[in-house]
């Protein structure tokens, strides 16, 4: 056994999916280990943590480590596995200039990791660093604006980026280094430890080229994933020549069927686009675009004009003249209409209602045959179809759920509903396929294999970038906004004056001072007021609840700042989002940082009241203690004075507060796992106001969205001196300046001990206290990770509920001390039979625990479950004997091959319905059902002797 330290948190080389190391270097390491015929038993920690237990002799070899003469002289290193160039990343809204040579960062706050090989480059040059103990909290830094330019490997520092939501951090260019411009990936072992070096270089050496390459690739590109090629598509040879031979085809997308597939400033972008792109990946075939509408590409498919139509769905008729891949998305078809009155129940409800569909979908039929001929009204697309709902031509509209919530958006239409779900025999949803000339069957053939590669992780990659929760924005217009006559007339009617009530101490975002609007959201009205002519009179409250009652009370027309929730949906409808700002938790100084915001559970969390978040995190985070304070500055004072434990609110008005309240005793301690997402509120008796504001919204330019999502990074308190007293704060300055050496250096030290503290408390926070094995927190954090893991990876899964056998009667009879002993030797002996690396093991609740692990043999995990019943049954309680208890448990096992189809919590109800089965049927047995079979278990394996 090979004790060897890794970094934990420096994906994708490094990190942890639970308790299983994972990351392109640990595959690098298990496949030299195979090689050398060795076992590794990962160390993880921080880089000057694993590196200080090296050199202590703590560990028998490090990972990751990059030659420096300093370290040869103690060290044997390896020929180097990868290299990775070092770059700068920086804030897109800084000021940082370009950087050609070290002496440009003069200046500037540099940050970098903690005594990694390249920090004396910078402090040669005379640049002053500010060391970090991880890529995490070096990029934290970055995003918070503690630093000005972040140092570190290009590929590790965007993918901490993007995962924490700092989508504004950007690269800036390389480091100019020069001889340490890239890291170099080498195994490290002490000098007194030839022989272990010897093996390890050959276990290295014996690792081919092009399968580091192609693992690299996986990592960057599919997150460890294999990646799928044209030749690992199961091609015969027939079909492999038909490729090779084929020329360019031409596919049709429809130019206006948003999210799927659309014409943007000349491109054809959306997700039939993204597959057929992967498609194309995966066979080599080449395709030519051709765009137009629906009843002009079906015309050109019939006539061979194009050879593969992307948006189409299957019915019986179309198989004369085409042939069908299998289906690569469904979307529901629903009703939508402005008409309140409506109770759609199924198609008999439109009878009277004049109803829009688009001509030719593969319903039309059905649909007119219910309806009379003449309330049916057919659109060649579907931007004029809704257009037509908007201005109230047609009354309802037929559509597919994406497309229509994509034009209801664009084209700003208030009031719309969905009435429900077009439910007809034979058309469950619209089923998206690819449709193909007859002339080219093989393709059609091919087409399927490769539709069949893509794995769900990509599958679900490209369907979140069309119809997750970021919506496509217009180009926006800085000329005139164009209004409807009925917008006219309103505006005119009002004078065009637009009441409303703004938070008065929510800055920078917003603000009242001296009874004038201030901040961003007055700058974003300002803009309005010029592209409109109108004008915005503000309706002054004291705090922000008394905002929202004058709202309430339809005191003012809107918010021009304010996020959706369920509760003011009541009475205020929304635009389009225009801003998003980060949410963040702030806590004291020496606070650990959090990763979940259960660790702050049973704690006193400030928030203001009637902020949004006050009302979600209630809803989605019923465990949290959340104190509604008045104003921000309320929360933070209390949260200094320990009133609260942290305090949340948005990363722009902590940046904000904490520098003009001079707060330096606060920080950030971590994100809340949803950002504001800030749009114009109006008052919903007002539906033609939402029209008008949502247009003005629709209105911002890519560059005006910018310049707002700058303005608040941008920030900077102005404070004046106060010249009268200069020499007395020119000797606290210097008295301060001595203090603050001083305690930089205690507080390095106490940050370390902190750190320690911290994974000490969180290891035991997801442990039982008992049993040492983990508890329900340690439960809830893993089984749905262990189950996605399974699906991705396309491995079994198996979940065990292990009860022990008349427990009550133990308690009863020898007490609950003798109890707790039997549970611990329980305990110990599940611990013996499960090791594997997969393996979890928790106490789910008194005398009940829960095993769940991956596995590839069915038989196998029921065997080795088998084994463990049975050594329960012949053990007795190991600090029990002279007492004589005797134990047995009964299993229940639910085990299968994940599909998307399926859910971790239906795995966990089959296998406790298993578990009741054992012991009905009499106990000290084990019971299986498979996955999917929701009836009886299989017959009972290795019933009771």
Known sequence: MVTIGVVADNEPYTFFEGRNPSGFSIDVLREVARNSNLTFDFR????????????????????????RPDRAETILFTEPYHFREIYLIHDSAGNVPVIQELEDLTGLRVGVVEDIFYNNEFTDAGITLTTYDSLPSLVRALAFGWVDVAVGPKLTLEYLANQSGFRFLEVLGPAPLKRYSGEDFRIGVRKDNMELFSRLQSGLNSVPEEWLRNLLQRWQEFGGLGSTTSEDLPLNSRQSQYLASLGPVRVGFMDDYAPFSFTDGGRTLGLSVDIMNRLVDLTGLQIIPVRGRWDELISMLQNGDIDIMANMSFRPDREAFTLFTQPYHVIPNVIFTRNDALNYRDLGDLQDYRVGIGAGIYYEDAVRQTLTDGTVIGFGSQQPMFQALARGDVDVVIGALHTGNYWIRQLGISGTRIAGELEIPGFSGEDLRFGIRPSLSPLADILNLALASISPTEQQVIENRWLGAASLTSSGSTGPVQWTDTELQWLEQRNREISFCADPDWMPLEGVRDGKHTGLSADVLSLFSQRSGMVFRLIETDDWPSAIAAAKARRCDIFPMAMRTPERSEYMDFTSPYLEVPNVVIGRLESPFIQRLNELDGTPIGIVEGYAFAELLRKRNPSLQLVTVASEQEGLRKLQN???????????????????????????????????SLAMATRNDEPTLHGIMQKLVLSLTPAERTQLESTWRNLRIEERVDYTRFWQILSLGLLATALLVYWNRKLGRLNRELAEANTALSRLSVTDNLTGLGNRTYFDREFSNSFQWCLRHQTGFAVAMVDADHFKKINDNWGHEAGDRCLESLANTMREHFRRDTDRLARFGGEEFVIFASYQDADDIKARLNRFREEVATRRCDTCKDKGI???????????????????????????????????????RLEVIPAGQTSGPDEAEHPKA
């Open 44 to 67: 993880a920690g921080s880089w000057p943590d694993i590196y200080a237990a090296f050199q202590r002799g703590d560990l028998d070899a490090i990972d990751g480590i990059s030659w």
């Open 886 to 924: 005797d134990l047995t448990v009964s299993i229940g096992l639910a085990l299968g091959f994940p599909t998307p189809e399926h859910t971790s919590a239906e795995y966990l109800r089959l296998a406790d319905q298993a578990l009741y089965t054992a012991k009905r049927n009499g106990r000290n």
């Open 642 to 676: 320990r009133e609260l434990t942290g305090y949340i609110t948005t990363l722009a008005t902590a940046s904000y507060y904490m520098q003009s309240l001079g707060l330096a005793d606060l920080k950030v301690i971590g994100r809340v796992p949803a950002d504001w």
